[in-house]
């Protein structure tokens, strides 16, 4: 059974820097796209980034470019997003997320990030 842990969340001041992880386990499957959503409270499950194993380019929302690099480590079976100049909005618990080619995607449990002074 695959499963994906996420880390690398934590409390960060305005302008700070986070790097987040994502590591998949179990049997090995081809998929679609491997990305991060983030929730913030009261809010819904935003995009924010992806990378697509069919062109192999990376994908970012628009309150994210810039600032968010989304990385991948075939070799680690990990995924990473570098998130510099972060702001007290991008505060939200993250989660990762991998896109099969059939059958409902597959959730990490989230990493909570922070940003406040």
């Known amino acids: 059974q695959v499963q994906l842990v996420e880390s690398g969340g934590g409390l960060v001041q305005p302008g700070g820097s986070l790097r987040l992880s994502c590591t998949v386990s179990?049997?090995?499957?081809?998929?679609?796209?491997i990305g991060w959503f983030r929730r913030a409270p009261g809010k819904e499950h935003e995009g924010v980034s992806c990378?697509?194993?069919?062109?192999?380019?990376?994908y970012y929302a628009d309150s994210v470019k810039g600032r968010f690099t989304i990385s991948k480590d075939n070799a680690k079976n990990t995924v990473y997003l570098q998130m510099n100049s972060l702001k007290p909005e991008d505060s939200a618990v993250y989660y990762c997320r991998l896109d099969l080619f059939s059958g409902a995607p597959i959730w990490g449990l989230g990493t909570q990030v922070t940003v406040s002074s």
């Open positions: 179990g049997r090995t499957l081809d998929y679609n796209a």
């Open positions: 990378i697509s194993t069919a062109d192999g380019r990376a």
